[in-house]
């Protein structure tokens, strides 16, 4: 992109990724594009540092809430990014995370293309990169974690989750539960009922890369109890698995040695 | 981090997340911390324009492989770093996607443990999200893809991956595949033979983000002849599922109905 040169042309719609909140873990591409835009629509997961790099000039809105949004709050997000589109603006929408990792991009695409809407995507650093960075664990793990599996949790008061609990609960994978607070007790029982050891290690994360971010350790048949003592507010990932159990040097070593042995 | 101040401590190391290889596609944090390094060491994954921040009086070494990388070579890593650190340096490992991500961070970081080198994390864009931003998809979706998984396919040559097939053929979920670009064929066949259906949408990206990028979108059964045609030498990543067949309005809007109704 040229400074030279507008990256948003009038009538153009960027879904752009906000990153997990630290406006630093905002990519160089999302900084350029908030500061092209003629107006920027945004969620409440999108961190503060980040709105303050929209210029003082630059039109903003606030859509969506952090969780329990309804689809007639979706379709009207979508109506409002193609009445902007249609009247000329240059317009971001800022997702917090990575756009296309549960952010009802497609939906939002989806409405622009049906008005001719040019649509583009801007990717970002999913809350789950940032978790496991600020806890300085890794997701996956040489000989231990060969899978990484995201789901979101995000069901409503009394209803069941509808997840293949046989194929999550693999003690060689790492799972990533996306707003899942709510759904704590029922992932922690069902995943143990389906093989996971009780002492596999979780790593809670709220409000991960932010000033105010909370990491908690604690392991999976302890994780209702975590959950509870989590900021109530907070955006939460939850990360199961052997992997995130950090720095642990000698199970690492162990682990890739074993995975030279079988190669 | 101030500007008056080095993010960087002498004798620390950063494992820093380089995104998929257009330099807009770092974080701004990550371009700090190499402006502030006084060591680079380097992965043949991280693009040359980002290669190009690096400030000329920074010592940079290039390390490891784009493939096939043996663990002698990863010990010889992992002592660079711990070296460079004990001799004072301010140093940046850089890695090509998300560090987290199959980077084999944690080796990384278990070898400074040992050695009491501090050493922190910088999380990054990972391939699937660079991809999927590319070609206008996303990674989930409402009501038909409410799981991402992502698995390395990196097998030798002759050896059979050791994946659980029935877990990963799920029709509702999207599967990213990195470095799996040998395994195409084994990987088809397999998913196909666990329940996928042959006409499964897959999206192809070599050097996603690069100005040399390709995007091809196949299905699951054509994967093996499609992953034959995308340029030798490049990083490739397969995405597999519904989700990924983009733009596709009516059944984005369909899948999204659906998940309104059974909510």
């Not at 040229?2 to 752009?16: Q, Y």
């Not at 940032?130 to 789901?151: C, E």
């Not at 199970?251 to 890739?256: D, H, L, M, S, Y």
């Amino acid at each position: 992109m040229s400074t030279h040169e507008n990256p948003i042309g009038p009538g153009e719609v960027w879904l752009v990724g906000a990153g997990p909140g630290d406006p630093d873990l905002l990519t160089r591409k999302a900084e350029k594009l908030i500061r092209a835009a003629s107006i920027v629509f945004y969620d409440a997961l999108v961190g503060p540092g980040v709105l303050d790099l929209i210029p003082a000039g630059t039109k903003r809105i606030s859509v969506g809430k952090r969780s329990g949004r309804h689809s007639k709050d979706q379709d009207s997000i979508n109506d409002l990014l193609v009445r902007a589109a249609l009247a000329g603006e240059r317009v971001v929408r800022l997702k917090g995370g990575d756009p296309s990792i549960f952010g009802r991009s497609a939906e939002e695409m989806a409405s622009c293309a049906d008005h001719g809407v040019a649509v583009r995507i801007c990717p970002g650093v999913t809350a789950a990169s940032a978790a496991a960075a600020s806890a300085g664990a890794s997701l996956t793990l040489r000989g231990l974690a060969r899978k990484l599996t995201f789901v979101t949790a995000h069901a409503r008061a009394g209803e069941a989750l509808e997840l293949d609990w046989a194929a999550l609960a693999d003690p060689a994978a790492t799972i990533a539960i996306y707003m899942g607070k709510a759904a704590a007790r029922e992932m922690s029982a069902r995943l143990i009922a389906h093989g996971l050891a009780g002492d596999t290690p979780v790593l809670l994360a709220a409000n991960a890369s932010l000033p105010d971010e909370q990491l908690l350790r604690t392991r999976l048949d302890l994780l209702p109890v975590a959950a509870a003592v989590i900021a109530d507010d907070a955006a939460v990932i939850m990360l199961v698995g052997a992997a995130v159990a950090g720095s642990g040097a000698s199970t690492t070593r162990q682990a890739a040695a074993r995975a030279d042995a079988e190669a």
